[in-house]
């Protein structure tokens, strides 16, 4: 673990009380609300309109205000933008107009504007906000900055913030970002490291506006205050499916140099609708109020999602959109960008509660309707032999309705045929009279409908939250990097993926209509596709399998992912055929990080492999304990046996720990696995050895420059790693050179020179070890990815 991560985790667990914001009431004071990016496009549209409600419900509550306006921009340039924004805030129907006025008037003589820009800039905005302090004899309550800039600006002006506008101790202090948080997990976790340097986690509000939407921040109190008629059908025995979806009519025009970096993914699924999916899929809080409970069992949502690769997502692109980059970024008529403005992505929650149930999460520009929902749709086990509209023959859903769309306004609707909701409170509704519309399937009658007493804009609800101290709505350090570790896997197996072109629009038709079989998601229609040709290179699907000689042994090459299915078909056909012979399959498996795909793969995809039947051997074995991460056997565990339905006495992980202690030789730990193998093992030859190769030529854990030949006729030993940790259980070359097959994996450019060096030296035991693979009656494949083969 980096340095950089381990002050990251470090940091996180540090803040006091965390989780337990807004539980304690706030005491009242002198609040200054700085906005910077006061007069860009977010804060015209939103943020100060949010603000100024914020002051209407705030200003007879015994808090003052200052509200300052910063930018990179002269003060004599910026203030009269400033002021044109500020006169056009509006208050709520329930505010009269003599009232509003004067609260108007109040608001802006409360505003001003500053440069912010240079450190100095900083140090000025802090002498400002202490003399006016102690000229009016205020005492201070708190300072919120909403950063409204772009993300590469976060860490720089959080520095000048801590440095410089860090109020006294006993006075809060709040930074609101905006998304983008990072491109992937590694840029998301070094932007996270970066903050942390300057603020702690709970002075940090990142905002997903999606979280402000009324609907969205009743699913959580919607299904606590109906929990008698959900609890028994809230699982995979009664949920058919869940789909969260966003359909957008505009396209990306003025947006392009932000868009083509990041795509409708990155852009909409890996936050918003990704938040929906944790809202509705998370274990209930004892409290919705408290944070760290919601956020920790989000969290455990996200840890429970299978892995999400190429087969999991279909993506597109309209028309338009082609011409609109080479217009907006100076491109040539041959340049084409692979930037999705579709996507629907099928997910899975590995859980007893919602194993096999569909997560549908779709989005894209250029659709046919603006509209946002969630719906969760239930098995219907009645049949209706000749009342086809009797109710209990409709479908059973709950909707989410986030707003547009055909009804118009949010609203959380319940068919008829599941039960009546709850109604508590005053800030809801239920809607008896309706308009005759039709919501995804069902007649508006045919529903339960609520819906918010007052509607109230999604950037003002979560403005009031961040007054409030309430995080609940917000999201964490961990959470964010949870969610880039789902996604980023995706986002990369998808990066040379060409998306299917739309034309846009209600033109549409059945193009973009998708085809759910088992875990894997595709476009239900054909239709033609930029071909590498139009595109002006090769892709991955322009490559077929490639069989050859490696070593004067066999060789499969293929694009990674290719040669991953490659790899598994031949795995399970192998397994296929010793079940047949002997009705068992042992099967000895390396550890790193070289087998994860192939791991993935099985899990996702070979439903029918005979598990039941298989014996779990280890190739090899760090000497920690089994719990720890860098445990090969829990890396296995992990990623592919809590997986699959294997018995668990068919697992024999390695006994490195024996004793209470570690590979103490002693202890008999190598020859305690050797005995289990001759007893278990015919003639101790597994049926199948998955083996990888290190940057330096070893294979297994027995490495360059080792005692291998001290082993003698012994199938386990006791190695030694020139890395931590630096002690290893291995199999031996005697246990692998026994083996029916032995599969070589090898991929990615690192491991090119590698492969050229193999390719022309002699069998080397001390230098190479892995030129000491040659099983004595059996058939050694090597498998070879073109990355690692062509460079």
Not at 99 to 109: G, M, N, P, V, W
Not at 559 to 568: D, H, M, P, T
Not at 597 to 602: D, E, G, N, Q
Not at 694 to 700: E, K, N, P
Request: glycine share 8%.
């Amino acid at each position: 673990m980096s340095l950089a991560v381990s002050l990251l985790l470090v940091a996180l667990c540090a803040g006091a009380g965390y989780g337990e914001e807004g539980t304690q009431a706030q005491k009242a004071g002198h609040v200054s609300v700085v906005v910077v990016g006061g007069t860009g496009d977010l804060a015209r549209k939103y943020l100060w309109q949010g603000f100024f409600q914020l002051y209407v419900s705030q200003v007879s509550g015994g808090n003052t205000f200052s509200f300052y306006g910063g930018g990179l921009s002269p003060s004599e340039q910026a203030t009269p933008v400033l002021f044109e924004i500020l006169k056009a805030v509006t208050c709520s129907k329930d505010v009269s107009q003599d009232r509003c006025a004067i609260l108007k008037d109040q608001f802006l003589r409360l505003s001003q504007y500053r440069q912010l820009k240079t450190l100095e800039d900083y140090q000025e905005l802090a002498r400002h906000i202490e003399q006016q302090l102690q000229q009016e004899g205020m005492t201070e309550a708190g300072r919120l900055f909403y950063l409204s800039v772009p993300a590469f600006a976060y860490a720089g002006v959080a520095e000048k913030i801590n440095s410089s506008c860090r109020p006294a101790d006993g006075t809060w202090l709040r930074v609101v970002l905006e998304k983008p948080f990072g491109h992937d997990y590694l840029s998301a976790q070094v932007l996270a490291t970066e903050l942390m340097g300057a603020l702690k986690d709970e002075e940090m509000y990142r905002i997903d506006h999606y979280l402000g939407k009324q609907v969205v921040s009743k699913i959580l109190p919607f299904r606590m205050e109906n929990r008698k008629f959900l609890d028994p059908i809230w699982n995979r025995h009664h949920i058919e499916r869940i789909e969260i979806i966003l359909k957008e009519t505009l396209d990306v025009k003025g947006r392009i140099s932000f868009y083509d970096e990041y795509g409708v993914i990155r852009d909409v699924l890996q936050n918003h609708l990704t938040e929906v999916m944790t809202l509705l899929t998370m274990k209930l809080p004892a409290n919705v109020s408290n944070s760290g409970e919601v956020l920790r069992n989000k969290r455990e949502v996200l840890g429970s999602m299978l892995p999400l690769g190429k087969n999991q997502a279909v993506v597109g692109q309209y028309q338009n959109y082609k011409t609109e980059v080479q217009q907006e970024l100076n491109k040539t008529k041959e340049y084409v960008s692979l930037t999705s403005t579709f996507a629907a992505v099928l997910a899975h929650i590995e859980d007893a509660q919602y194993e096999g149930v569909p997560v549908l999460l779709v989005s894209g520009k250029m659709l046919d309707e603006s509209v946002g929902y969630a719906r969760v749709l239930f098995k219907n086990d009645v049949f209706c032999l000749q009342s086809h509209n009797n109710v209990h023959c409709k479908p059973k859903q709950i909707v989410f309705h986030f707003g547009h769309g055909s009804l118009k306004y949010p609203a959380v609707l319940v068919s008829k045929n599941l039960f009546k909701p709850v109604l508590k409170g005053g800030e809801w509704k239920e809607v008896t009279e309706h308009k005759d519309v039709d919501v995804l399937g069902l007649h508006i009658s045919d529903y339960f409908v609520q819906t918010p007493t007052t509607e109230r804009e999604a950037y003002s609800e979560l403005i009031h939250h961040i007054f409030a101290g309430q995080k609940n709505n917000f999201v964490s350090t961990e959470n964010l990097l949870a969610s880039w570790e789902v996604w980023t896997p995706l986002l990369s197996a998808l990066r040379a993926s060409f998306p299917r072109i739309y034309p846009g629009g209600a033109d549409n038709g059945d193009m973009l209509d998708v085809h759910l079989r088992g875990k894997e998601i595709r476009f239900n229609s054909e239709a033609v596709i930029i071909s590498p040709d139009q595109a002006g290179g090769p892709s991955a699907s322009s490559f077929q399998v490639m069989q050859g000689k490696f070593r004067g042994a066999e060789m499969v090459s293929a694009w990674s992912e290719e040669l991953v299915e490659r790899l598994a078909a031949d795995m399970q056909e192998a397994a296929e055929a010793a079940v047949r012979e002997g009705g068992i399959f042992h099967l000895a498996l390396s550890g790193g990080s070289t087998p994860l795909a192939l791991f993935r793969r099985l899990v996702l995809h070979h439903f029918s492999f005979p598990w039941r039947d298989t014996h779990v051997w280890m190739v090899d074995e760090r000497c920690v304990p089994l719990t720890e991460a860098d445990s090969n056997f829990h890396s296995m565990h992990k990623h592919l046996l809590q997986h699959v339905r294997i018995p668990y006495y068919n697992i024999h992980p390695m006994p490195v720990q024996l004793n209470q202690r570690l590979c103490v030789e002693e202890d008999g730990g190598a020859q305690l696995y050797e005995k289990e193998i001759n007893k278990l093992v015919n003639v101790s030859s597994f049926h199948f050895v998955l083996l990888g190769v290190g940057y330096d030529g070893h294979t297994a854990s027995l490495f360059p420059g080792g005692k291998l030949n001290e082993a003698g006729g012994s199938l386990v030993a006791l190695t030694e790693s020139p890395i931590k940790p630096h002690q290893r259980m291995s199999l031996t070359f005697s246990a692998i050179n026994r083996a029916r097959t032995v599969a070589l994996l090898v991929m990615g450019k690192g491991k090119h020179e590698l492969v050229t060096q193999l390719s022309r030296v002699k069998d080397n035991l001390e230098k190479y070890p892995v030129t000491w693979v040659k099983p004595d009656n059996g058939r050694l494949v090597w498998y070879i990815d073109y990355d690692a083969l062509l460079g």
